[in-house]
């Protein structure tokens, strides 16, 4: 079994759709799961994944979100990766093609070149270019000359349109400015007077024009920023005739692009092979994940690009107890009683107390919740950070039921259970623990980990090949040790309750 | 769902004192230039090609059947050079793997049937699919996911591709892989 593949064990996230432990998050504060669904995804850092080069967001906006130095393959889009060649000083046609570094250092190691006059200077230089080493296309395919220096210097392939675009660009924003202007000089004028004397409390200057134009005279800081003119576009009926030869020419298809490839280029979206460009490779993004209902971050990743690590992870699989699938004792047959071998884990520090229940528990706690998420929000510090930065709007969560899709019948357990606490050394220990009492359901009890056994039985109308999904309500302690109000108190302990679905497998013949 | 028991036969795989286990039926070139770190476990028709350069590999590392472990070489004016490979911990070598990166980070899943060409970087938390090519020169970077169809995925934060605990994750798999890669219990009993 590969943990690539998916799990056969999926939790319900509190937005309901279900999800394997290693794809979930649990922010503490809600004290909630989250999945990648609902949370509000944000951009961290930005870094080209070729290069590994940290870019910040101002800089990688201006750069159109394409990294400086590196390119794609307009082929491929694959990344082009740089190769030298010898070139002699003396300009002679370009023979070294075929590989990199071909060492030209003197006309007689060369005998296939013969129109190398032996009187030549002996000096070369290193000159680059771009090579796929995926397509094997290069950009002397077609026609780039070779640069001086390996990354920088690539021209940019500007579209016949750029100036026009410029020129749009430029009207609409000041554009913008415009009607921001006329909005303020609105919201100025139609603020009321506070007081008669504002010249006393005027601590910003603004003041000033407001006294100018009591005298009379115009506002002088006021420059009216007006749009450049453009020249609007024409939209004409006249198209030119298709060439005479479009009919009667073969086609070469090796020599015109796919849509992919055009595509890629979007400004020009060439046509044929040789007017196909190296692309700027574009950025990558480090997410940060934040919950949408508390704002809290669940996941922060580090700053920069080569770092694995994370400064904040609230990953569900080191909060909440998790349940793998060992194997079912017998073969599944409709109707016949079976059980089931299941593992927990318990990823915590404290010992936690489980109870797998058929029905969703009462919602007392569950309100208990509710009025510290909304002291939460309504906290100061949030106000003040969160309202500034834009980001999704926090939303109430809509609760969808997951369907019932459990197609089997459990025998409750007798009891609770107790996982006991993680304790890394305990796993350099060799004794066995002495046998206390144990209900009859614990197979095995390790450590953090305890094996039970589980009978279930599957539905009598369900046909071979049909999977056996199990579902039930896994109630446990949590205790969480953060505290959302200001005064210190000890860690509370929380009931908390996921709902879990196991497919166990699917009917034998 | 928790992983099998894999059994071995004792006479099939040695043991050594770091709690290596290599198969015998492996060819292992140059095995005084191959380094296994402690808890590496070399399955039967493994291929590392040692002669060619330096190979280390870090602990925990699973190199599973048929797979091909050989160092990259670069050409240059006067012939080729071959470099040594690094390969991280706890990093898993799917069965019929061709690899032959220059370095590859810990943390890191290698598919079935993939081929590594020469000399591309895999950094740490990267996940190459099953049957994916990756050209020479490649670099995949932290978290991201080769797929089979040629494209990269992925990113730190997206939970789509690369699991976010993709570090716990690896660790726990190649640990529990190598408890139960177990040998087969005396028939006797």
């Given at each position: 079994m590969s943990f690539m593949q998916p799990s056969p064990v999926k939790y319900a996230c509190s937005c309901g759709i279900l999800n394997p432990i290693n794809k979930l998050f649990f922010?503490?504060?809600?004290?909630?799961?989250?999945?990648?669904?609902?949370?509000?995804?944000?951009?961290?850092?930005?870094?080209?994944?070729?290069?590994?080069?940290?870019i910040p967001s101002t800089e990688a906006r201006h750069k159109k979100n394409c990294c400086a130095n590196c390119f794609d393959c307009p082929c491929c889009h694959h990344t082009l990766s740089p190769r030298a060649t010898a070139v002699p000083v003396v300009r002679k046609s370009e023979e070294s093609k075929d590989k990199d570094k071909e060492g030209e250092s003197g006309a007689d190691s060369s005998p296939a070149t013969p129109s190398t006059k032996p009187s030549a200077l002996p000096t070369t230089k290193k000159m680059y270019y771009l090579s796929c080493l995926s397509c094997r296309w290069t950009t002397r395919?077609?026609?780039?000359?070779?640069?001086?220096?390996?990354?920088?210097?690539?021209?940019?392939?500007?579209s016949l349109y750029q100036a026009r675009f410029n020129t749009l660009m430029e009207y609409y924003q000041s554009l913008?400015?415009?009607?921001?202007?006329?909005?303020?000089?609105?919201?100025?004028?139609?603020?009321?007077?506070?007081?008669?004397?504002?010249?006393?409390?005027?601590?910003?200057?603004?003041?000033?024009?407001?006294?100018?134009?009591?005298?009379?005279?115009?506002?002088?800081?006021?420059?009216?920023t007006k749009p450049v003119n453009i020249t609007p576009a024409e939209a004409?009926?006249?198209?030119?005739d298709l060439p005479a030869d479009i009919f009667t020419q073969p086609i070469n298809l090796r020599s015109i692009t796919t849509i992919s490839q055009r595509h890629s280029q979007p400004a020009d979206q060439p046509e044929a092979v040789n007017k196909l460009y190296p692309q700027?490779?574009?950025?990558?993004?480090?997410?940060?994940?934040?919950?949408?209902?508390?704002?809290?971050?669940?996941?922060?990743?580090?700053?920069?690009?080569?770092?694995?690590?994370?400064?904040?992870?609230?990953?569900?699989?080191?909060?909440?107890?998790?349940?793998?699938?060992?194997?079912?004792?017998?073969?599944?047959?409709?109707?016949?009683?079976?059980?089931?071998?299941?593992?927990?884990?318990?990823?915590?520090?404290?010992d936690m107390t489980i109870s797998l229940l058929e029905t969703a528990p009462q919602e007392v706690l569950q309100q208990a919740c509710r009025i510290k998420e909304e002291a939460v929000t309504s906290s100061p510090l949030l106000k003040a950070t969160g309202v500034t930065l834009s980001r999704q709007n926090s939303t109430r969560e809509i609760k969808r039921e997951v369907l019932d899709v459990a197609n089997a019948k459990l025998v409750p357990l007798e009891s609770p259970f107790v996982l006991s606490q993680r304790d890394d050394s305990k796993e350099f220990d060799e004794d066995v623990q002495a046998p206390s009492e144990e209900p009859k359901f614990i197979v095995w009890r390790k450590a953090n980990k305890v094996l039970l056994r589980l009978q279930f039985t599957p539905d009598a109308e369900l046909k071979p090949g049909q999977l056996v999904t199990l579902g039930f309500y896994m109630q446990y302690t949590y205790v969480n040790t953060v505290s959302n109000t200001q005064d210190k108190k000890d860690p509370t302990t929380h009931a908390l309750h996921s709902r879990i679905f196991i497919e166990s497998g699917s009917i034998g013949n | 769902m928790e992983i099998a028991d894999t059994y071995y036969s004792k006479d099939e795989y040695v043991e050594t004192a770091s709690g290596n286990k290599v198969s015998r039926h492996t060819v292992l070139c140059g095995s005084q230039n191959i380094v296994l770190n402690g808890k590496v476990i070399v399955q039967s028709g493994a291929i590392i090609r040692g002669d060619l350069a330096n190979v280390r590999a870090g602990r925990y590392c699973v190199i599973s059947k048929n797979s091909v472990i050989r160092?990259?070489?670069?050409?240059?004016?006067?012939?080729?050079?071959?470099?040594?490979?690094?390969?991280?911990?706890?990093?898993?070598?799917?069965?019929?793997?061709?690899?032959?990166?220059?370095?590859i980070g810990s943390f890191v899943y290698i598919g079935k049937n993939a081929?590594?060409?020469?000399?591309?970087?895999?950094?740490?938390?990267?996940?190459?699919?099953?049957?994916?090519?990756?050209?020479?020169?490649?670099?995949?970077?932290?978290?991201?996911?080769?797929?089979?169809k040629g494209t990269i995925e992925g990113g730190q934060g997206n939970p789509y591709f690369v699991p976010a605990a993709m570090q716990d994750e690896m660790v726990n798999y190649t640990k529990s892989f190598y408890e139960h890669f177990v040998r087969t219990p005396a028939p006797a009993s």
């Open positions: 922010c503490r504060h809600c004290p909630k799961l989250r999945c990648g669904f609902c949370v509000s995804h944000e951009i961290e850092s930005n870094f080209c994944s070729n290069c590994l080069e940290n395919d077609v026609g780039i000359p070779d640069q001086g220096v390996a990354t920088g210097t690539w021209p940019d392939n500007e913008v400015l415009q009607e921001k202007q006329e909005k303020q000089e609105f919201q100025r004028r139609k603020a009321p007077k506070h007081n008669k004397y504002p010249s006393l409390t005027d601590r910003t200057g603004l003041t000033v024009s407001l006294i100018r134009r009591q005298i009379g005279w115009s506002d002088k800081n006021l420059s009216k004409s009926a006249e198209v030119d700027r490779r574009s950025l990558w993004i480090k997410r940060s994940l934040r919950c949408r209902q508390c704002e809290h971050n669940l996941i922060k990743p580090e700053y920069h690009p080569t770092s694995i690590k994370y400064r904040i992870q609230l990953f569900a699989s080191y909060h909440v107890p998790e349940v793998v699938m060992v194997r079912c004792e017998q073969p599944l047959q409709p109707g016949q009683a079976n059980a089931i071998l299941l593992k927990f884990t318990n990823p915590t520090m404290f | 160092p990259p070489y670069k050409q240059f004016s006067k012939g080729i050079a071959f470099f040594p490979m690094h390969i991280g911990d706890h990093v898993f070598i799917g069965e019929g793997a061709v690899v032959s990166a220059a370095t081929i590594i060409g020469r000399r591309c970087t895999l950094k740490d938390c990267c996940v190459i699919e099953d049957g994916a090519v990756l050209p020479p020169e490649t670099n995949v970077s932290s978290y991201m996911r080769y797929t089979a």
